[in-house]
């Protein structure tokens, strides 16, 4: 499923699309300790993070993440928005709890195991 699927599908804001909507997402990842991102966020996942600092961006590049989902209402800043447009990576928003988006996030991605 794509970044765009399930942007249109759980309802998504598309705060950075950096052409990538259309990547794969392979699965989800949820943490904010980014060190632990580093470590065990698989490539091709959608990492789920309430952090809104700059440094997020760059993880998730290094990492090969297909994008950055954000939870909780609150905007990034210009600055972040522009480093993931500069960098390429596609960041989403919604303001759910990270807890929910996880659950919803899963049975997008595996709907016969819910």
């Known amino acids: 499923m794509t970044l765009r699927d399930i942007a249109q599908r759980l309802g998504l804001e598309i705060v950075v699309d950096a052409g990538g909507l259309d990547r794969e997402v392979s699965g989800g990842f949820s943490g904010d300790l980014l060190s632990n991102v ?8 959608l990492w789920i993070t309430i952090q ?3 440094n997020v961006v760059g ?3 290094v990492a090969s993440l297909s994008g950055i989902l954000l939870s909780g209402s609150e905007r990034p800043a210009p600055g972040v928005i522009a480093k993931a447009e500069e960098m390429g990576v596609p960041m989403l928003l919604a303001p759910d709890a990270a807890f929910e988006l996880a659950g919803r996030l899963y049975r997008v991605l595996v709907p016969d195991e819910t």
């Open 52 to 54: 809104r600092h700059v």
């Open 38 to 45: 580093l470590a065990a966020a698989r490539p091709g996942t």
């Open 59 to 61: 993880v998730a590049q």
